[in-house]
């Protein structure tokens, strides 16, 4: 097995990183380094070899101290390469984070094996990410939906709803602003202009676009964001109100994207959830309930408490 070392975001070949991302059979848009980029103000990486596998280290300092953290925009990181990832190679990955991370709070992906992590100040805690292969005809598709989920869609039939393709992030983010957003105190503005930044540059680079629902007063009320790289698609946005609610709008875009997509080669990813109900709303679609792991490490001298309180 190749040497793992720390590199320096300056000093990472981003060619050769890039390569080893899209090479990677079960590979994330997190880990591009554009990607990176947009969402964090400074990452390393960890590098195997002559870039055999890499993972990166998206960084933040308080108080003079330098940690790990997962940024807000990447649901899970972790190591990427064109070969099946080993818990050999998962260790000496881990084993390669320089000391000088007092408190590592990373999330590795689902394809990164955690059985045999341990070590002092270490703790796995399991995530759940749900996903859906769109590779099976629509018909094969839809028989696979809950009963809950086709009733949804047969409600959502009896309004008036029209698909719109050409809004811009600007008017969904607007929306779950007016409306979930006013319950998640733990949003602020910045999280709000990082998140329509993403969803700019994706649709720039023609890897990201946005469907809308309007109702029969052509008012939006439900939305979502797909970021498509690759053989997979990510939910990265949604948002709806009350109309969108008791139209269930929401599932009648989902459903129109499948009809859409069914029979194609790519894998259709919720981006979660660890919440319980909206869980269930992913599976409700016929999709598969896997586990990607968040890895702490946390050597601090104080409580963590300390920390996240001043």
Same mark, same amino acid.
């Given at each position: 097995?190749? !040497?793992?070392?720390?590199?320096?975001?300056?000093?990472?070949?981003?060619?050769?990183?890039?390569?080893?991302?899209?090479?990677?059979?079960?590979?994330?848009?997190?880990?591009?380094s554009?990607?990176?980029?947009?969402?964090?103000?400074? @990452?390393?990486?960890?590098?195997?070899?002559?870039?055999?596998?890499v993972?990166?280290?998206?960084?933040?300092k308080?108080?003079?101290?330098?940690?790990?953290?997962?940024?807000?925009?990447?649901?899970?990181?972790?190591?990427? +390469?064109?070969?099946?990832?080993?818990?050999?190679?998962? %260790?000496?990955?881990?084993?390669?984070?320089?000391? $000088?991370?007092?408190? !590592?709070?990373?999330?590795?992906?689902?394809?990164?094996?955690?059985?045999?992590?341990?070590?002092?100040?270490?703790?796995?805690?399991?995530?759940? %990410?749900?996903?859906?292969?769109?590779?099976?005809?629509?018909?094969?598709?839809?028989?696979?939906?809950?009963?809950?989920?086709?009733?949804?869609?047969?409600? *959502?039939?009896?309004?008036?709803?029209?698909?719109?393709?050409?809004?811009s992030?600007?008017?969904?983010?607007?929306?779950?602003?007016?409306?979930?957003?006013?319950?998640?105190?733990?949003? #602020?503005?910045?999280?709000?202009? $990082?998140?329509?930044h993403?969803?700019?540059?994706?649709?720039? $680079?023609?890897?990201?676009?946005? @469907?809308?629902?309007?109702?029969?007063?052509?008012?939006?009320?439900?939305?979502?964001?797909?970021?498509?790289?690759?053989?997979?698609?990510?939910?990265?946005?949604?948002a709806?109100? *009350?109309?969108? $609610?008791?139209?269930?709008?929401?599932?009648?875009?989902?459903? #129109?994207?499948?009809?859409?997509?069914?029979?194609?080669?790519?894998?259709?990813?919720?981006?979660?959830?660890?919440?319980?109900?909206?869980?269930?709303?992913?599976?409700?679609?016929?999709?598969?309930?896997?586990?990607?792991?968040?890895?702490?490490?946390?050597?601090?001298?104080?409580?963590l408490?300390?920390?996240? +309180?001043?």
């Amino acid at each position: 097995m190749s !040497v793992v070392k720390f590199v320096e975001g300056k000093d990472i070949d981003f060619d050769k990183w890039d390569a080893v991302i899209q090479r990677d059979p079960y590979g994330n848009m997190y880990g591009y380094s554009w990607y990176l980029d947009m969402i964090v103000p400074e @990452w390393h990486g960890l590098v195997a070899g002559d870039y055999e596998s890499v993972m990166p280290l998206p960084t933040a300092k308080k108080f003079g101290l330098d940690y790990l953290t997962r940024p807000y925009g990447a649901q899970q990181l972790g190591i990427y +390469s064109k070969d099946p990832i080993s818990q050999e190679l998962v %260790n000496a990955f881990l084993s390669a984070i320089p000391k $000088k991370y007092k408190w !590592v709070d990373i999330y590795l992906n689902q394809h990164n094996p955690v059985e045999g992590i341990s070590g002092r100040g270490i703790t796995v805690t399991p995530q759940v %990410n749900v996903e859906l292969s769109l590779e099976v005809r629509y018909s094969s598709l839809f028989e696979s939906y809950s009963k809950q989920t086709k009733r949804n869609l047969k409600k *959502a039939q009896k309004f008036p709803l029209q698909l719109f393709e050409h809004d811009s992030p600007d008017v969904l983010v607007s929306l779950f602003q007016r409306n979930k957003g006013k319950t998640l105190s733990n949003l #602020t503005e910045e999280h709000y202009s $990082k998140i329509k930044h993403i969803m700019y540059v994706l649709m720039h $680079k023609r890897k990201g676009y946005l @469907w809308t629902a309007y109702d029969d007063r052509n008012s939006i009320c439900a939305g979502i964001f797909f970021a498509d790289i690759g053989n997979r698609v990510i939910l990265l946005f949604s948002a709806n109100d *009350a109309y969108g $609610k008791e139209s269930h709008a929401i599932t009648w875009l989902l459903d #129109t994207y499948f009809q859409a997509k069914a029979g194609g080669n790519q894998i259709f990813d919720f981006e979660g959830s660890n919440i319980e109900g909206l869980k269930q709303f992913y599976l409700g679609f016929g999709g598969e309930a896997l586990l990607y792991h968040r890895v702490i490490r946390n050597i601090l001298p104080f409580p963590l408490r300390w920390l996240k +309180s001043n």
